[in-house]
């Protein structure tokens, strides 16, 4: 099973995205990761991307389409979770294209649909493990001894620096007007299932897989 994860910046998709590898063994396919590693790398792409990012504005179809078509030809059987791609209408056309040249389906578009207010306060708060990646939040969900990963016990912790409250107001502009558009592109074609991104992690997880059941058939 082959989906994607919509929403906005803080909606959860990376959190699900990891929960659905967890249990199905699928790959997720996070463009922001990628980018983010090409930066820790130094690459040329890296240092082209700098600071569209840090100033939370989308990088250009071009890159990001080439950037994804690497990838999508090396899934192999598993299932894929794109998560961050695509992030505008080209993007989505694009993909479509990828996908018939390779004779992959997309089988499930899911929205992770939340309460915009809520989302600058999730963003700004977050943080993770240097090590195994787990997230935390300065307010709604620290570690329970500070300072110590409760999943690995790591001890350094990283915050992406562009997950501060100016930032996460120009993401989220970017996403009303360039990326939302492509939810009835979705919607058109009868895969488009929304999820209430505003329940607990576990509750959407749980909701997530009902969708994904259903569409197994
Ligand atoms: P994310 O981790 O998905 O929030 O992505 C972090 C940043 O990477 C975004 O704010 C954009 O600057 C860039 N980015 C990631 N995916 C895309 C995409 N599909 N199109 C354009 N920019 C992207």
Same mark, same amino acid.
């Given at each position: 099973?082959?989906?994607?994860?919509?929403?906005?910046?803080?909606?959860?998709?990376?959190?699900?995205?990891?929960?659905?590898?967890?249990?199905?063994?699928?790959?997720?396919?996070?463009?922001?990761?990628?980018?983010?590693?090409?930066?820790?790398?130094?690459?040329?792409?890296?240092?082209?991307?700098?600071?569209?990012?840090?100033?939370?504005?989308?990088?250009?179809?071009?890159?990001?389409?080439?950037?994804?078509?690497?990838?999508?030809?090396?899934?192999?059987?598993?299932?894929?979770?794109?998560? /961050?791609?695509? &992030?505008? #209408?080209?993007?989505?056309? =694009?993909? +479509?294209?990828?996908?018939? $040249?390779?004779?992959?389906? *997309?089988?499930?578009?899911?929205?992770?649909?939340?309460?915009?207010?809520?989302?600058?306060?999730?963003?700004?708060?977050?943080?993770?493990?240097?090590?195994?990646?787990?997230?935390?939040?300065?307010?709604?969900?620290?570690?329970?001894?500070?300072?110590?990963?409760?999943?690995?016990?790591?001890?350094?912790?990283?915050?992406?620096?562009?997950?501060?409250?100016?930032?996460?107001?120009?993401?989220?502009?970017?996403?009303?007007?360039?990326?939302?558009?492509?939810?009835?592109?979705?919607?058109?074609? /009868?895969?488009? &299932?929304? #999820?209430?991104?505003?329940? =607990?992690? +576990?509750?959407?997880?749980? $909701?997530?897989?009902?969708? *994904?059941?259903?569409?197994?058939?």
């Amino acid at each position: 099973m082959n989906i994607l994860l919509l929403g906005p910046p803080g909606a959860g998709k990376g959190t699900q995205a990891k929960r659905l590898e967890e249990r199905y063994g699928m790959v997720q396919l996070s463009t922001g990761d990628m980018l983010r590693a090409e930066r820790e790398a130094g690459s040329a792409l890296g240092k082209q991307v700098q600071a569209i990012m840090d100033a939370g504005k989308l990088v250009s179809d071009d890159i990001m389409i080439a950037l994804i078509e690497q990838r999508i030809g090396q899934i192999g059987g598993k299932g894929f979770i794109l998560d /961050g791609f695509p &992030r505008t #209408v080209p993007q989505a056309t =694009a993909l +479509d294209r990828m996908l018939a $040249e390779n004779r992959i389906a *997309l089988d499930q578009v899911v929205e992770i649909a939340v309460d915009e207010a809520a989302l600058v306060d999730r963003v700004s708060g977050r943080f993770s493990c240097k090590t195994c990646g787990a997230s935390y939040h300065d307010r709604h969900h620290r570690p329970k001894q500070d300072g110590t990963c409760d999943v690995c016990g790591g001890h350094a912790f990283i915050r992406r620096p562009d997950d501060n409250a100016e930032t996460v107001k120009a993401r989220l502009k970017a996403y009303r007007e360039q990326t939302a558009p492509i939810l009835p592109y979705y919607r058109a074609k /009868g895969i488009l &299932r929304s #999820v209430d991104g505003m329940a =607990a992690i +576990d509750a959407v997880a749980q $909701e997530i897989e009902t969708i *994904l059941n259903k569409a197994k058939g």
